[in-house]
């Protein structure tokens, strides 16, 4: 049976895998405490003691304003662990799938990005993950690196339930509106992840390595996106003192942060449905069944 060793199995992305990949094989579900990445000692006696057939790594350094206080951590996790992994991987014969980011991008203009797009990061986040993959494309051709966006889902902290939770609280609210790429759920990453794996794992050595954009489809901005979520959750029946009409948008400079972000985060994903035949859904579809799940899980009792 295959062996696939994932990380981060608490986190957003991780924590989808574990459902998405369970029917492909044996898996090995790691959290920070089993597979220290801020040492390669650790990542590869790890390694070298579950020898993976996979390894699929969403494990990351994510606190993207705190990286620019933090470079050497943010490098360690991000840019280094994945290089460790992909030299592992490819004295071994494995496979390694990566996730990326938009943030690898200067975040100009208009166009959604493509994978031949010259990269410029403008954090220290985004120029760790450059860095990781980088350190994989020059270690390992047996490795799938998807870069996503605006990443969100039922588990773990995100915008979608900071929103939720600032619409039971306030009256109104104040949220960025020249900022726009497409909110993508967990699980789409997952699911899309195994198919994939399922492709790899029937094909081999199909030429579906690379580095591929997987966001859902379509575009809006971070104000547009709470306006929709508060909308659509106040149709569940989420107890909300705020309106949609009262999410008012506001420019990046008035609400200044360390690091910065990216005003143009959409993602071209042709070549994932030229490569696999793979055509991702609308970001709404996503936002809709994340919360619907979290209104399940309010009428749940709990025990």
């Not at 306030?170 to 497409?182: H, S, T």
Request: net charge negative; aromatic share 8%; proline share 5%.
């Amino acid at each position: 049976m295959t062996c696939i060793l994932i990380t981060g199995k608490n986190g957003q992305v991780g924590h989808e895998l574990i459902r998405a990949l369970a029917p492909l094989g044996e898996l090995i579900a790691l959290d920070r405490v089993a597979m220290d990445l801020t040492s390669c000692d650790a990542i590869q006696a790890v390694l070298n003691e579950q020898r993976p057939d996979i390894i699929v790594n969403p494990a990351a350094y994510t606190a993207v304003d705190q990286a620019e206080s933090e470079p050497e951590l943010a490098h360690a996790i991000n840019a280094v662990a994945p290089g460790v992994m992909a030299h592992w991987a490819a004295k071994h014969g494995a496979l390694l799938v990566h996730y990326s980011t938009d943030y690898v991008f200067n975040g100009s203009g208009t166009t959604p990005w493509s994978e031949d797009d010259a990269t410029d990061p403008q954090s220290v986040y985004g120029l760790s993950k450059w860095q990781g993959e980088q350190a994989i494309r020059e270690t390992t051709a047996r490795h799938l690196i998807l870069r996503t966006s605006w990443v969100f889902g039922a588990h773990g902290a995100n915008f979608l339930k900071t929103m939720l939770r600032l619409a039971a609280e306030r009256q109104e609210l104040k949220v960025v509106a020249d900022q726009i790429g497409a909110p993508t759920s967990a699980a789409l990453i997952a699911d899309t992840t195994a198919l994939l794996i399922q492709r790899y794992l029937a094909d081999g050595e199909s030429g579906v390595f690379g580095t591929y954009h997987l966001a859902a489809a379509g575009e809006t901005s971070w104000h547009g996106y709470a306006q929709y979520l508060i909308s659509q959750a106040a149709t569940l029946g989420f107890p909300l003192t705020l309106k949609a009409d009262a999410v008012h948008g506001i420019p990046t400079t008035a609400y200044p942060l360390p690091a910065k972000r990216p005003a143009n985060s959409r993602l071209n994903c042709n070549k994932l449905k030229r490569g696999f035949g793979i055509t991702l859904p609308a970001w709404q579809h996503g936002v809709d069944t994340v919360l619907a799940s979290l209104w399940q899980q309010q009428q749940t009792p709990q025990n």
